[in-house]
């Protein structure tokens, strides 16, 4: 069985800077697509930031030039650095890929979530 494990997430002062963590684990032939979302307290799960296995990157305006997306393929690991945190980035965050484990079909993989918090 394939797991997505987050780490990272704490709390921190406005501006400053946190890294997030995704390790897939189980029984992985390979990992496509990765992606971290947030949902902020009472508002819905929206996509921040995306990866492709080649590196392509995406990102939600309201985080352009502040996060970075980044994935290590060997370790089937993607990260997510924070910088300049905002209140407003407070939130649980997802991380979220297409894997393909021991079966012949790809599978859409959640993590548990790693909540930030950012005081102002």
């Known amino acids: 069985q394939v797991q997505l494990v987050e780490s990272g997430g704490g709390l921190v002062q406005a501006g400053g800077s946190l890294r997030l963590s995704c390790a897939a684990s189980?029984?992985?032939?390979?990992?496509?697509?990765m992606a971290w979302y947030r949902q902020p307290p009472g508002k819905r799960l929206e996509l921040v930031a995306g990866?492709?296995?080649?590196?392509?990157?995406n990102y939600a305006d309201s985080v352009k030039v502040r996060f970075t997306i980044s994935r290590d393929n060997a370790e089937n690991t993607v990260y997510l650095q924070l910088s300049s945190l905002k209140p407003g980035d407070a939130a649980v965050y997802y991380c979220?890929?297409?894997?393909?484990?021991?079966?012949?079909?790809?599978?859409?993989?959640w993590g548990q979530g790693t909540r930030v918090t950012v005081s102002s």
């Open positions: 189980g029984s992985i032939q390979s990992v496509s697509a």
């Open positions: 979220q890929g297409e894997i393909l484990g021991d079966g012949s079909s790809w599978s859409d993989c």
């Open positions: 990866i492709t296995f080649g590196g392509s990157t």
